[in-house]
């Protein structure tokens, strides 16, 4: 059975940072494009950020750029969000997933889905 599950959400003070991590039970762990999404109170879930199979080539939501960085670790199965320089919006349960195509923004193409971890950011 695939799980994926996250760690490392909390509550945080603007400006500061946190580190999601998603370990996953995945065989083929390398095989699969991992991304991330959130869900803030009240709205639907939203593309953050997704890695390629290697690591190598990443994109992320323009809401984040400059401040978030996905990676992964192919040989931990686990794949990290660094999050800096947070804001109040970003508060929300963060999600990640695993999928077969790069540069997939809708929550449809992905296949495998952790159970959320909180980030909360007060100001």
């Known amino acids: 059975q695939v799980q994926l599950v996250e760690s490392g959400g909390g509550l945080v003070q603007a400006g500061g940072s946190l580190r999601l991590s998603c370990a996953a039970s995945?065989?083929?762990?390398?095989?699969?494009?991992m991304g991330w999404f959130r869900q803030p109170p009240g709205k639907e879930r939203e593309f953050v950020a997704v890695?390629?199979?290697?690591?190598?080539?990443?994109y992320y939501a323009d809401s984040v750029k400059g401040r978030f960085t996905i990676s992964r670790d192919n040989a931990k199965n686990t794949v990290y969000l660094q999050m800096n320089n947070l804001k109040p919006e970003d508060t929300a349960v963060y999600y990640c997933?695993?999928?077969?195509?790069?540069?997939?923004?809708?929550?449809?193409?992905?296949?495998?889905w952790g159970q959320g971890t909180q980030v909360t950011v007060s100001s």
């Open positions: 995945l065989r083929t762990f390398r095989a699969y494009v």
């Open positions: 890695i390629n199979m290697s690591g190598a080539l990443t």
């Open positions: 997933a695993a999928g077969r195509r790069y540069g997939a923004t809708m929550t449809a193409d992905y296949d495998y």
